[in-house]
C-alpha cells in the first residue's frame, strides 16, 4: 500500500489509521506514526492510548519525540529494537540513526506535506523491505495531487464532516479595520469565546515587514486585552513550556492564544471559535485552510479574519480562502496557482517538469493511466519494446516518486 487519506479537520483520518496499525500489529510487524511537531505527537499518543486500550494493545504503543531525557531516549531505542514496542509515534526522532526497528511494517505519515521526500525516504528505509506507507492530509499539497495522478500514490477521500459543524465565516481585514476589529474580538472573548491570533515571525525582523508574535502579544495584553488572560507560544519554547501554554488554553485558563504555526496542525479546543491571522499575506494557501482549522471544532458558529499587513491589497490566495471551507477546492486552486512541483528530484513546487502533457489535461492522463495498466496486465514485456524500455531505465534512475 502507498496510499493518502485525504479529510478535512474531524472527518475521522486518526480513527482509520489506528485501523490499519491493528492489522499490522496483530500480524507481529511495528507501525511508525510520524507527525509533523511534538505536540501533535503526543495528543496522537494520547488519543491511540484510548483506542487502543479496550483491544488490550496499549502497552505496545510508545511515544519518542527529541525534548525526551536521555535514559528515556535509551529505554525507548531498547523497546523497539527488542519489538516489545510495536506501534511507535513520534516526530523526526523516528528517523534519527539511533532507532533500530525490529520489524517495521506499516509508516502512518501525518500532515504529511510537512516532511521532506528525503525525511519520508529515511523512514522507509528503516524496514529494510518495501512497507506500507499511508499517508494522512486534512490538505492535500500539489505534488500529492501530481503524484495521484501518475498512479504512485492509491487516494481515499474522507468526505464527510461531523454532524452539526458549521462552515466557518472567513472574513478579509485590511490593516486600516485592524483596530476596530480588536475592540470588537475583545468584546467576543469577554463573553467566553477564545481567540487565537497567529502571527508568521516569532520576533520582530528587519528584513521582513510582518508581525511577530512577540510585539503582538505586548501590543495586546497592555492595549486591547487588558482584562483578559492572554499566552504566547511558538517554536522557540521548550517543549514543556508549549505543552504547558496548550493545555492551559484548553483548560479555560488562557483566553487568548498569540501563537506561531506551532498550532497549525492537530491541536484541539473545541471552545476556540475565533482566531484573527496577522500579516495573512506571508501564508501559503494550504497553511491558512489548516490554521483556520484549528476553530470549528465544535457547534459554536466560528470566524476566521484574516489581517493584512498595511498597503496590502488581497490577492487570489487570501480571496480563495475567504470565499471556500473545502480544502479539495483550494488545493486544486492552489495546483493551478504553483504546479505541482518536479516529479523528478525532491522539489515540492514550480512548474511539472512535463514535455507534453498538462496536469489539467485529465483525458490525456486517464488515457495514458489505463495504457500502463493494460500493458501490465497483458503481461507485456519491455524487452520487446527496445526504445521504450531504455526511457523507462533511464528515467527510472532519476525519479523520485517516494
Do not use: W
Not at 136 to 148: E, K, V, W
Amino acid at each position: 500500500m502507498n496510499r493518502l487519506v485525504e479529510g478535512d479537520v474531524g472527518a475521522g483520518k486518526t480513527v482509520v489509521a489506528v485501523m490499519a496499525a491493528v492489522m499490522a500489529m496483530r500480524q507481529n510487524y511495528q507501525v511508525a506514526f510520524m507527525a509533523p511537531t511534538e505536540i501533535l505527537a503526543k495528543q496522537h499518543a494520547e488519543t491511540l492510548e484510548k483506542l487502543l486500550r479496550p483491544l488490550g494493545l496499549h502497552e505496545q504503543l510508545l511515544l519518542l519525540v527529541g525534548s525526551m531525557k536521555p535514559a528515556q531516549k535509551k529505554i525507548a531505542h531498547e523497546r523497539i529494537a527488542d519489538g516489545s514496542a510495536r506501534l511507535i509515534v513520534g516526530t523526526h526522532a523516528l528517523i534519527q540513526d539511533s532507532v533500530d526497528m525490529q520489524n517495521l511494517g506499516l509508516i502512518i505519515i501525518d500532515e504529511q506535506h510537512r516532511f521532506g521526500v528525503d525525511q519520508r525516504k529515511t523512514l522507509m528505509a528503516k524496514a529494510g523491505l518495501m512497507p506500507h506507507v499511508l499517508s494522512l492530509t486534512a490538505t492535500p499539497i500539489p505534488r500529492s495531487l501530481a503524484l495521484t495522478l501518475y498512479g504512485e500514490l492509491d487516494i481515499s477521500v474522507l468526505r464527510e464532516k461531523p454532524a452539526g459543524r458549521l462552515p466557518i465565516k472567513t472574513e478579509l481585514v485590511l490593516h486600516g479595520s485592524r483596530d476596530a476589529l480588536y475592540k470588537n474580538l475583545a468584546i467576543l472573548v469577554a463573553g467566553g469565546q477564545q481567540l487565537y491570533v497567529v502571527c508568521p515571525l516569532i520576533t520582530e525582523s528587519d528584513v521582513l515587514a510582518a508581525q511577530s508574535a512577540e510585539v503582538v502579544y505586548e501590543e495586546l495584553r497592555k492595549k486591547y486585552f487588558k482584562d483578559l488572560r492572554v499566552g504566547l507560544i511558538h517554536g522557540k519554547l521548550k517543549g514543556e513550556d508549549k505543552q504547558s501554554v496548550m493545555a492551559e488554553f484548553a483548560a479555560g485558563k488562557l483566553d487568548v492564544l498569540v501563537a506561531t504555526t506551532v498550532i497549525e496542525v492537530g491541536v484541539d479546543v473545541p471552545n476556540a471559535t475565533l482566531m484573527a491571522i496577522e500579516s495573512a499575506e506571508r501564508f501559503g494557501l494550504a497553511q491558512l485552510h489548516q490554521l483556520r482549522g484549528r476553530v470549528g471544532r465544535d457547534s459554536q458558529q466560528s470566524h476566521c479574519y484574516l489581517v493584512l499587513s498595511p498597503s496590502t491589497e488581497p490577492n487570489k490566495r487570501l480571496r480563495a480562502v475567504a470565499t471556500s471551507n473545502d480544502g479539495f477546492k483550494l488545493a486544486e486552486y492552489d495546483l493551478e496557482l504553483r504546479g505541482a512541483g518536479a516529479i523528478y528530484g525532491a522539489s515540492q513546487h514550480g512548474v511539472l517538469d512535463l514535455r507534453v502533457a498538462k496536469l489539467s489535461d485529465t483525458v490525456l492522463i486517464a488515457a495514458a493511466r489505463s495504457g500502463a495498466k493494460t500493458f501490465v496486465e497483458r503481461g507485456e514485456n519491455l524487452v520487446h519494446y527496445t526504445e521504450l524500455a531504455e526511457r523507462v531505465t533511464k528515467l527510472r534512475a532519476v525519479t523520485n516518486l517516494n
